[in-house]
């Protein structure tokens, strides 16, 4: 095997090899930061060099935490968000201090470009999608979807793809950035539609009920984000990251027989334009996974993330009948890291980068967003292991 010296590769070479099965200066990293943990971490655990930042970042945390956290007013649990604005670029930056080598971009997060108001004491955001949201927690969830019965079904009308918003951030980030590697963030059929556009009951019942409009409106949908894919990777972005949940714990979302019928078609599409476009395709599908494989396989998915343990994923096992075929991203545990001893997290994380790491195809990635309810040990402990793998402390 060719011989390549510590850091001698640029992320976006890094990335790119791994996904094509050939040799790395050393395992990439995908650290992914909810933005209310990008504040904390800069707050509590490493500024960033930014010296704006770590005032923003300190002031909101600070609000946040003296309100009780979940219990805190909506605007100090809405301001943090603002890390994740990619005109800003506050959260993707940062991580990329922490040692990440992939950023992942939305084209709009559903508090930009919204109409807002204000509503019996409660912040309401109308996003792109025509999804009216209020803050639930830290995140702003659906209150009133998009689509209500049939005929919004029918004769809804997509955002315009000639927006030149929703490729600003990549031409920025390329510019500020040229070294690494751009996920542009662009959505399945099943996951945003059904949890957003619709509500998962009716996303449900309308797949029974009208299967030929359904199947019509996801056939637009998948229209609408090829054009914007396509214009992305023209931007600056160099990878697709197609965000679809398919699965819960231990069981899909939708059966196989409707997810090989309504779904795999608009993913195939998306991934079979993205290829032709020059570009790899990754899939981000949270839950179990297992029974989607040999499907990802046939379509084309050059890299997966993010395969949680909790949902009932065998990475060690999927590894071995699968690398020689699709990079896995995945290794650093979010959901069960937060009951594990710091020993333990550590432990799981060098044992995961033994399975793939030093062979390849394997980014070492954090199974979702590092949640700020993660132990601050924890934390510590896995930026900290990182930069013990990155210098090669446990390759032996």
Request: glycine residues 6%; contains cysteine.
């Given at each position: 095997?060719?011989?390549?010296?510590?850091?001698?590769?640029?992320?976006?070479?890094?990335?790119?090899?791994?996904?094509?099965?050939?040799?790395?200066?050393?395992?990439?990293?995908?650290?992914?930061?909810?933005?209310?943990?990008?504040?904390?971490?800069?707050?509590?655990?490493?500024?960033?060099?930014?010296?704006?930042?770590?005032?923003?970042?300190?002031?909101?945390?600070?609000?946040?935490?003296?309100?009780?956290?979940?219990?805190?007013?909506?605007?100090?649990?809405?301001?943090?968000?603002?890390?994740?604005?990619?005109?800003?670029?506050?959260?993707?930056?940062?991580?990329?201090?922490?040692?990440?080598?992939?950023?992942?971009?939305?084209?709009?997060?559903?508090?930009?470009?919204?109409?807002?108001?204000?509503?019996?004491?409660?912040?309401?955001?109308?996003?792109?999608?025509?999804?009216?949201?209020?803050?639930?927690?830290?995140?702003?969830?659906?209150i009133q979807p998009a689509i209500k019965d049939i005929n919004d079904l029918k004769n809804y009308q997509f955002p315009d793809t000639n927006d030149e918003?929703?490729?600003?951030?990549?031409?920025?980030?390329?510019?500020?950035?040229?070294?690494?590697?751009?996920?542009?963030?662009?959505?399945?059929?099943?996951?945003?539609?059904?949890?957003?556009?619709?509500?998962?009951?009716?996303?449900?019942?309308?797949?029974?009920?009208?299967?030929?409009?359904?199947?019509?409106?996801?056939?637009?949908?998948?229209?609408?984000?090829?054009?914007?894919?396509?214009?992305?990777?023209?931007?600056?972005?160099?990878?697709?990251?197609?965000?679809?949940?398919?699965?819960?714990?231990?069981?899909?979302?939708?059966?196989?027989?409707?997810?090989?019928?309504?779904?795999?078609?608009?993913?195939?599409?998306?991934?079979?334009?993205?290829?032709?476009?020059?570009?790899?395709?990754?899939?981000?599908?949270?839950?179990?996974?297992?029974?989607?494989?040999?499907?990802?396989?046939?379509?084309?998915?050059?890299?997966?993330?993010?395969?949680?343990?909790?949902?009932?994923?065998?990475?060690?096992?999927?590894?071995?009948?699968?690398?020689?075929?699709?990079?896995?991203?995945?290794?650093?545990?979010?959901?069960?890291?937060?009951?594990?001893?710091?020993?333990?997290?550590?432990?799981?994380?060098?044992?995961?980068?033994?399975?793939?790491?030093?062979?390849?195809?394997?980014?070492?990635?954090?199974?979702?967003?590092?949640?700020?309810?993660?132990?601050?040990?924890?934390?510590?402990?896995?930026?900290?292991?990182?930069?013990?793998i990155q210098s090669g402390a446990h390759d032996g």
């Open positions: 095997m060719q011989n390549i010296k510590k850091n001698e590769m640029t992320s976006r070479e890094r990335i790119h090899a791994t996904i094509n099965g050939l040799p790395v200066d050393r395992v990439p990293v995908f650290i992914w930061l909810n933005a209310h943990t990008g504040c904390k971490l800069m707050s509590e655990y490493k500024p960033s060099r930014n010296s704006l930042w770590n005032l923003i970042a300190r002031f909101l945390w600070g609000r946040f935490k003296r309100g009780g956290e979940m219990d805190a007013k909506e605007l100090w649990r809405f301001l943090p968000l603002l890390f994740d604005v990619h005109s800003y670029n506050f959260a993707n930056a940062y991580s990329a201090e922490l040692g990440s080598d992939l950023f992942m971009v939305a084209h709009a997060t559903p508090w930009q470009y919204a109409k807002y108001s204000y509503r019996n004491g409660h912040i309401l955001i109308k996003d792109l999608f025509g999804v009216t949201r209020g803050m639930g927690g830290i995140y702003p969830d659906m918003r929703l490729y600003t951030a990549f031409r920025k980030f390329r510019s500020l950035y040229p070294e690494v590697s751009i996920a542009a963030e662009v959505w399945g059929v099943q996951d945003f539609t059904s949890t957003s556009m619709f509500g998962m009951e009716r996303f449900m019942i309308f797949l029974y009920d009208y299967p030929e409009e359904m199947r019509d409106f996801m056939r637009r949908w998948a229209d609408f984000w090829i054009e914007v894919l396509t214009r992305s990777l023209k931007a600056g972005a160099d990878i697709i990251a197609i965000f679809d949940d398919y699965g819960y714990d231990n069981h899909t979302l939708i059966s196989m027989d409707m997810w090989k019928e309504f779904t795999y078609p608009q993913l195939k599409r998306l991934i079979d334009t993205t290829h032709e476009a020059g570009a790899p395709a990754m899939l981000h599908s949270c839950g179990y996974q297992e029974p989607f494989l040999d499907y990802y396989i046939e379509a084309g998915v050059d890299m997966l993330q993010s395969f949680q343990p909790k949902a009932g994923n065998n990475f060690q096992q999927a590894y071995e009948n699968y690398h020689d075929k699709l990079t896995f991203i995945t290794g650093i545990d979010i959901q069960l890291g937060e009951y594990m001893s710091s020993e333990q997290l550590k432990e799981n994380i060098i044992r995961n980068y033994r399975t793939g790491g030093v062979k390849g195809r394997h980014v070492l990635g954090t199974t979702h967003e590092i949640q700020y309810t993660m132990p601050a040990e924890n934390m510590r402990v896995i930026f900290d292991t990182i930069k013990e």
